[in-house]
């Protein structure tokens, strides 16, 4: 399988996912060390549906300096529901900011469903996120990120900052979207949307026949959010959707982004 190349240090959460002779999918690989915990997975959806896999930080909180990286599989026809087991605290510290790095190989006809769950950022806190993803053309590929603040004012040393980069097996880079705001740019935007405390984005990359199925339950234009504001646009090329989310807090935002899981489930896996 091609993949995005892998740099650095073993990473703490490594997991195959792929469909064995009985068209059951299952894990064929994995590997967990500090901070992960990683249960037995299950399938929701029947048994010919996605395995379904709940990883949790067992620490739930990402310190100052800590690095953790994350490598994730799926081949030959499997498809894989990545749902965060919990909320994971990012705190502030000397050591800089804390960083985690998620590299995705998503193959021919497979899907990958990471439903992540928002990061909750204490007070001063930074977090810097790289997101790696090798996708074929025929496969599918939702990714859920974001963060809700702690305190009730934006704190000034407050950073943020998540870049995914979508690449061909070929290696041909087809999308890059990098996010970045910091404290000053909370507090200006506060001051127009008050209160803004959660923010959130869901890409869902798919061919052509699935984003017709998936446009069925998203829509684009103003997505209708409880206690925020989101919507949905197409990216370029057709390659998929975006829908970006600024909420009051992280309830708000944990509840949209569960009924976004819903409805991609539905087309989907049912």
């Given at each position: 399988?091609?993949?995005?190349?892998s740099e650095g240090p073993r990473p703490?959460?490594?997991?195959?996912?792929?469909?064995?002779?009985?068209?059951?999918?299952?894990?064929?690989?994995?590997?967990?060390?500090?901070?992960?915990?990683?249960?037995?997975?299950?399938?929701?959806?029947?048994?010919?549906?996605?395995?379904?896999?709940?990883?949790?930080?067992?620490?739930?909180?990402?310190?100052?300096?800590?690095?953790?990286?994350?490598?994730?599989?799926?081949?030959?026809?499997?498809?894989?529901?990545?749902?965060?087991?919990?909320?994971?605290?990012?705190?502030?510290?000397?050591?800089?900011?804390?960083?985690?790095?998620?590299?995705?190989?998503?193959?021919?006809?497979?899907?990958?469903?990471?439903?992540?769950?928002?990061?909750?950022?204490?007070?001063?806190?930074?977090?810097?996120?790289?997101?790696?993803?090798?996708?074929?053309?025929?496969?599918?590929?939702?990714?859920?990120?974001?963060?809700?603040?702690?305190?009730?004012?934006?704190?000034?040393?407050?950073?943020?900052?998540?870049?995914?980069?979508?690449?061909?097996?070929?290696?041909?880079?087809?999308?890059?979207?990098?996010?970045?705001?910091?404290?000053?740019?909370?507090?200006?935007?506060?001051?127009?949307?008050?209160?803004?405390?959660?923010?959130?984005?869901?890409?869902?990359?798919?061919?052509?026949?699935?984003?017709?199925?998936?446009?069925?339950?998203?829509?684009?234009?103003?997505?209708?959010?409880?206690?925020?504001?989101?919507?949905?646009?197409?990216?370029?090329?057709?390659?998929?959707?975006?829908?970006?989310?600024?909420?009051?807090?992280?309830?708000a935002l944990s509840r949209i982004l569960?009924?976004?899981?819903?409805?991609?489930?539905?087309?989907?896996?049912?």
């Amino acid at each position: 399988m091609n993949t995005i190349a892998s740099e650095g240090p073993r990473p703490q959460l490594s997991l195959d996912v792929e469909t064995d002779a009985s068209g059951r999918n299952r894990v064929v690989r994995r590997h967990v060390s500090w901070p992960w915990s990683l249960p037995r997975g299950f399938r929701l959806h029947g048994p010919r549906g996605p395995l379904t896999v709940l990883p949790q930080a067992a620490a739930a909180a990402l310190l100052s300096g800590d690095q953790w990286r994350q490598e994730i599989r799926v081949s030959r026809d499997g498809q894989l529901r990545l749902v965060e087991a919990g909320a994971t605290l990012v705190h502030a510290g000397p050591h800089g900011p804390g960083s985690l790095t998620w590299q995705l190989d998503v193959a021919d006809e497979c899907t990958l469903a990471f439903f992540a769950q928002p990061f909750v950022l204490m007070a001063g806190a930074r977090l810097q996120q790289e997101i790696q993803l090798c996708l074929s053309e025929s496969g599918t590929a939702i990714l859920f990120e974001g963060f809700c603040l702690r305190d009730t004012c934006p704190n000034p040393a407050i950073g943020w900052q998540s870049e995914l980069a979508v690449e061909r097996p070929d290696r041909r880079l087809v999308l890059r979207d990098a996010q970045l705001v910091d404290g000053a740019g909370l507090l200006r935007l506060d001051r127009l949307c008050r209160p803004a405390r959660a923010f959130g984005s869901v890409t869902v990359l798919a061919p052509a026949r699935r984003l017709e199925l998936l446009r069925q339950d998203l829509p684009g234009g103003a997505f209708g959010c409880d206690g925020g504001y989101a919507a949905i646009g197409a990216l370029r090329g057709d390659m998929g959707l975006t829908l970006r989310l600024v909420c009051a807090d992280g309830g708000a935002l944990s509840r949209i982004l569960a009924d976004v899981q819903v409805r991609i489930d539905r087309r989907l896996f049912h």
